[in-house]
């Protein structure tokens, strides 16, 4: 089988799994629906696999197919088709996406199974990953949006799936529409390219761009930045970052598999594969790495104060996803999409062990009422731990040595782009910090009842209730289920967290400087055309980022253990000294409110005013009443004539033909 | 052949049929007075028929004298079904159709 064979039979076990279950869920027993989905993505993993070992039978120059199963649209200068590339960047997401997808859906298979909506779960699951593997396989711009659209909609799915909760229901519909945002902005770039370059392909784009623009040429420009803002959208970065935390509302598998590891990665993968015209268009490219740097410090901030347990994964999330912006913009292609790969091992790992720890408090998240879970969860705390290193950048895990890697390109392209690395350090320190804030906080210190309670062999069952508004909730569909799932007891999540904590720790290998350059090697076919293959900085210089990411990380983490285990009450101190700024941190910069202000405000302004007067006053009122009162008169004049006596309608009979037979006797005369 | 008085007759007929049909409230005399007015037109079709020395006004007053029948059938079917309905026998008392 061909490499792009493979690449449709990744495409179709997930629309497979979806259809197996989303149409026969009334006949699918117990959790067959939870081990069908996993079955269809490990199948699709498999696939990608295969993909891979085909393509790397290819001499390297031949390492772009393309194949196309029809075309929707053939004109005289352009044709769209349902086509896919398969090459090693498309082949590269492939294999994480269902990697990291497989092992979520293990561990929900375990963690939703007291869930009434347990087969709906996985068939938007399956639905989900499809769309992310058609997005990362699109060989065109059309087929890219698709997927980009579905990818948004799958997620709004997932953030309401417990529908019933006012709270996922608001995030979602917030999620939708700030991805809508980025959405039309990848459709107007799309048009942009198209009105110069006359095709949607990519290769023939990537091609024929140099001669359609110039250097730095203004519409260029434009459209990279709409394709920035389609990707900020997506991956959650300044400006339009708000809707990821409170996207934390769904399941914590879903913020695992979608807001962790794979769709908010989307915009990296999306700069990366844009990236022959982010070259031609250098000061788009700037503004994608000033915002990513910006992102990264902003989220590295919230998540020093923020309490709830995910929500302070989320805005490590959205920090680290900073760097990635920043590194697929400053050209540092390969050590990019190295964070995202193992930023998705150990990100996924830090939810689904925070997924457990939540399942023993009974559904809290707030970290304040955690703490003390060493003993009562010892599998949690070594993978939570080990998450934790690797989000830290602690030597030799693997987020050490892709984090350092990309500010070792932005140190080698000098210039202000230094500025972007010391910002990154500063941003790597905070990393450490709130990394072990969290571990300290719940694993160390005083173990609250709900850990003694489970050191005794009894898992917490609270009333259910609401995490952000503690109300109370039933546990019907659209709802929690009832049961509380720890990887304690569950096997497949355990099963599902193991590999992930091996390879966080060994992820690395692919890349360590003057050691081995796997990856690099890899993806060189996809980013041979870059103009800054000469950036790229020397074993020399990457050993010594290394080095002193090391030690800011070891700092990090020690600063936090002086602050929650050393000193206990420093935070509290801390907090109390610096009211004014931990308020502004806890508040998340106001950005909420500014745009509540700023948008949500004026509209909902706009909108009652036209209700009460536009569609009142004008549309009911005139249009409306003007018509109907028109109508009224008019017939009041026709009903008076039917008065329902036979005998009058004969006599109008009469009158009428007389009436005829007058006028045509006096004309014919 | 001169036909003005048969026209005259003709209209005459007519004339008490139509002011028969408007001023009768019984509805067995308004069909009367329908047929009355039917027949004073097959009176001015012969007429008129024998005037040109034709055959299809005689021919059409045969088609008239059909639908007359058929039509006094339903009429008077209406009339039984009012009747046996125990409905007053009364054309301006059935103006259920006024607007």
């Given at each position: 089988?061909?490499?792009?064979?493979?690449?449709?039979?990744v495409l179709a076990f997930p629309v497979a799994g979806m259809l197996i279950i989303s149409l026969g869920w009334r006949l699918l027993p117990g959790r067959l629906p939870g081990w069908i989905g996993t079955a269809a993505i490990f199948l699709a993993f498999l696939a990608?696999?295969?993909?891979?070992?085909?393509?790397?039978?290819?001499?390297?120059?031949?390492?772009?197919?393309?194949?196309?199963?029809?075309?929707?649209?053939?004109?005289?200068?352009?044709?769209?088709?349902?086509?896919?590339?398969?090459?090693?960047?498309?082949?590269?997401?492939?294999?994480?996406v269902s990697g990291v997808s497989f092992l979520i859906h293990l561990y929900s298979v375990a963690y939703m199974g007291g869930d009434r909506g347990y087969a709906r779960y996985f068939a938007y699951l399956n639905f989900f990953v499809f769309s992310m593997l058609l997005?990362?396989?699109?060989?065109?711009?059309?087929?890219?949006?698709?997927?980009?659209?579905f990818v948004g909609a799958a997620s709004y799915l997932l953030i309401s799936y417990w529908y019933q909760?006012?709270?996922a229901?608001?995030?979602g519909?917030?999620?939708?529409?700030?991805?809508?945002?980025?959405?039309?902005?990848?459709?107007?770039?799309?048009?942009?390219?198209?009105?110069?370059?006359?095709?949607?392909?990519?290769?023939?784009?990537?091609?024929?761009?140099?001669?359609?623009?110039?250097?730095?040429?203004?519409?260029?420009?434009?459209?990279?930045?709409?394709?920035?803002?389609?990707?900020?959208?997506?991956?959650?970065?300044?400006?339009?970052?708000?809707?990821?935390?409170?996207a934390?509302e769904g399941p914590t598998p879903v913020s695992a598999l979608i807001h962790a590891a794979t769709m908010?990665?989307?915009?990296?993968?999306?700069?990366?594969?844009?990236?022959?015209?982010?070259?031609?268009?250098?000061?788009?490219?700037?503004?994608?790495?000033?915002?990513?740097?910006?992102?990264?410090?902003?989220?590295?901030?919230?998540?020093?104060?923020?309490?709830?347990?995910?929500?302070?994964?989320?805005?490590?999330?959205?920090?680290?996803?900073?760097?990635?912006?920043?590194?697929?913009?400053?050209?540092?292609?390969?050590?990019?999409?190295?964070?995202?790969?193992?930023?998705?091992?150990?990100?996924a790992?830090?939810f689904m062990?925070?997924g457990?720890?939540?399942g023993?408090?009974?559904?809290?998240?707030?970290?304040?009422?955690?703490?003390?879970?060493?003993?009562?969860?010892?599998?949690?705390?070594?993978?939570?731990?080990?998450?934790?290193?690797?989000?830290?950048?602690?030597?030799?895990?693997?987020?050490?040595?892709?984090?350092?890697?990309?500010?070792?390109?932005?140190?080698?392209?000098?210039?202000?782009?230094?500025?972007?690395?010391?910002?990154?350090?500063?941003?790597?320190?905070?990393?450490?910090?709130?990394?072990?804030?969290?571990?300290?906080?719940?694993?160390?210190?005083?173990?609250?009842?709900?850990?003694?309670?489970?050191?005794?062999?009894?898992?917490?069952?609270?009333?259910?209730?609401?995490?952000?508004?503690?109300?109370?909730?039933?546990t019907d569909v659209g709802f929690p289920g009832p049961e509380h799932h720890?990887a304690?007891?569950a096997w497949s999540m355990?099963a599902a967290m193991?590999?992930?904590?091996?390879?966080?720790?060994?992820?690395?290998?692919?890349?360590?400087?003057?050691?081995?350059?796997?990856?690099?090697?890899?993806?060189?076919?996809?980013?041979?055309?870059?103009?800054?293959?000469?950036?790229?900085?020397?074993?020399?210089?990457?050993?010594?980022?290394?080095?002193?990411?090391?030690?800011?990380?070891?700092?990090?983490?020690?600063?936090?253990?002086?602050?929650?285990?050393?000193?206990?009450?420093?935070?509290?101190?801390?907090?109390?000294?610096?009211?004014?700024?931990?308020?502004?941190?806890?508040?998340?910069?106001?950005?909420?409110?500014?745009?509540?202000?700023?948008?949500?405000?004026?509209?909902?302004?706009?909108?009652?005013?036209?209700?009460?007067?536009?569609?009142?006053?004008?549309?009911?009122?005139?249009?409306?009443?003007?018509?109907?009162?028109?109508?009224?008169?008019?017939?009041?004049?026709?009903?008076?004539?039917?008065?329902?006596?036979?005998?009058?309608?004969?006599?109008?009979?009469?009158?009428?033909?007389?009436?005829?037979?007058?006028?045509?006797?006096?004309?014919?005369? | 052949?001169?036909?003005?008085?048969?026209?005259?007759?003709?209209?005459?007929?007519?004339?008490?049929?139509?002011?028969?049909?408007?001023?009768?409230?019984?509805?067995?005399?308004?069909?009367?007075?329908?047929?009355?007015?039917?027949?004073?037109?097959?009176?001015?079709?012969?007429?008129?028929?024998?005037?040109?020395?034709?055959?299809?006004?005689?021919?059409?007053?045969?088609?008239?004298?059909?639908?007359?029948?058929?039509?006094?059938?339903?009429?008077?079917?209406?009339?039984?079904?009012?009747?046996?309905?125990?409905?007053?026998?009364?054309?301006?008392?059935?103006?259920?159709?006024?607007?």
């Amino acid at each position: 089988m061909s490499a792009t064979s493979y690449g449709w039979l990744v495409l179709a076990f997930p629309v497979a799994g979806m259809l197996i279950i989303s149409l026969g869920w009334r006949l699918l027993p117990g959790r067959l629906p939870g081990w069908i989905g996993t079955a269809a993505i490990f199948l699709a993993f498999l696939a990608s696999i295969g993909a891979l070992v085909d393509l790397l039978d290819h001499p390297e120059e031949e390492r772009q197919l393309v194949d196309s199963a029809w075309t929707y649209a053939a004109t005289a200068d352009f044709s769209a088709d349902l086509a896919i590339l398969v090459d090693p960047l498309s082949v590269f997401m492939c294999l994480v996406v269902s990697g990291v997808s497989f092992l979520i859906h293990l561990y929900s298979v375990a963690y939703m199974g007291g869930d009434r909506g347990y087969a709906r779960y996985f068939a938007y699951l399956n639905f989900f990953v499809f769309s992310m593997l058609l997005l990362v396989l699109a060989a065109n711009f059309l087929i890219l949006i698709i997927g980009w659209a579905f990818v948004g909609a799958a997620s709004y799915l997932l953030i309401s799936y417990w529908y019933q909760r006012e709270t996922a229901v608001r995030a979602g519909i917030k999620a939708f529409v700030i991805n809508v945002i980025g959405d039309v902005a990848l459709v107007v770039a799309t048009f942009l390219i198209l009105d110069h370059v006359s095709s949607l392909d990519f290769l023939t784009v990537f091609e024929g761009a140099d001669r359609a623009f110039g250097d730095n040429d203004g519409t260029l420009i434009a459209a990279c930045l709409l394709l920035l803002v389609g990707a900020f959208a997506k991956s959650a970065q300044l400006p339009l970052h708000t809707w990821l935390p409170d996207a934390m509302e769904g399941p914590t598998p879903v913020s695992a598999l979608i807001h962790a590891a794979t769709m908010v990665t989307a915009g990296v993968y999306l700069i990366a594969r844009m990236h022959p015209l982010f070259e031609l268009a250098p000061t788009a490219a700037d503004v994608g790495a000033i915002i990513g740097c910006a992102t990264l410090l902003f989220a590295g901030t919230v998540a020093l104060a923020v309490t709830d347990l995910k929500r302070v994964i989320a805005y490590s999330t959205i920090s680290q996803i900073g760097y990635m912006v920043m590194g697929a913009s400053i050209a540092a292609y390969g050590a990019g999409l190295f964070h995202l790969m193992t930023h998705a091992f150990f990100k996924a790992l830090l939810f689904m062990a925070a997924g457990s720890v939540i399942g023993a408090m009974a559904g809290i998240q707030d970290m304040d009422r955690m703490g003390g879970f060493r003993r009562a969860m010892p599998f949690t705390f070594i993978t939570f731990t080990v998450g934790a290193l690797a989000l830290a950048g602690f030597p030799l895990t693997a987020g050490f040595f892709s984090k350092d890697e990309i500010i070792a390109y932005a140190i080698n392209r000098g210039d202000w782009y230094v500025a972007l690395a010391m910002l990154g350090y500063v941003g790597a320190f905070l990393t450490a910090f709130y990394a072990f804030r969290m571990v300290f906080r719940v694993f160390l210190g005083e173990a609250v009842p709900e850990a003694r309670e489970l050191e005794q062999g009894h898992l917490a069952h609270g009333e259910p209730m609401n995490p952000m508004t503690g109300e109370p909730e039933d546990t019907d569909v659209g709802f929690p289920g009832p049961e509380h799932h720890v990887a304690e007891r569950a096997w497949s999540m355990k099963a599902a967290m193991g590999p992930l904590a091996l390879l966080s720790i060994v992820g690395g290998v692919v890349a360590i400087p003057g050691i081995s350059d796997i990856l690099e090697k890899f993806l060189e076919p996809t980013f041979e055309d870059s103009r800054f293959h000469d950036t790229a900085p020397t074993t020399g210089a990457e050993v010594w980022g290394l080095v002193a990411g090391g030690v800011i990380s070891i700092l990090g983490i020690g600063l936090a253990w002086w602050v929650y285990v050393r000193e206990p009450g420093t935070a509290t101190r801390l907090r109390e000294r610096f009211a004014w700024l931990h308020r502004f941190l806890v508040n998340k910069w106001y950005f909420d409110e500014l745009y509540e202000a700023m948008f949500v405000r004026p509209a909902a302004t706009i909108g009652g005013f036209s209700r009460r007067v536009i569609e009142t006053e004008f549309v009911q009122g005139t249009i409306v009443g003007g018509a109907t009162g028109i109508v009224r008169v008019g017939t009041s004049v026709a009903r008076a004539v039917q008065t329902g006596y036979l005998r009058l309608y004969a006599l109008f009979l009469l009158l009428g033909v007389a009436a005829l037979t007058l006028y045509f006797l006096i004309t014919s005369s | 052949m001169d036909i003005t008085w048969y026209l005259v007759l003709s209209a005459f007929v007519f004339a008490i049929g139509a002011a028969g049909v408007i001023s009768r409230r019984n509805p067995l005399v308004v069909l009367l007075c329908l047929e009355l007015m039917l027949n004073a037109g097959n009176l001015a079709l012969v007429a008129f028929s024998r005037m040109h020395g034709g055959e299809a006004g005689q021919v059409f007053a045969l088609v008239v004298m059909v639908i007359a029948a058929c039509e006094v059938v339903i009429g008077l079917g209406i009339i039984v079904a009012m009747y046996r309905n125990r409905l007053p026998i009364d054309v301006d008392e059935m103006s259920e159709l006024r607007g």
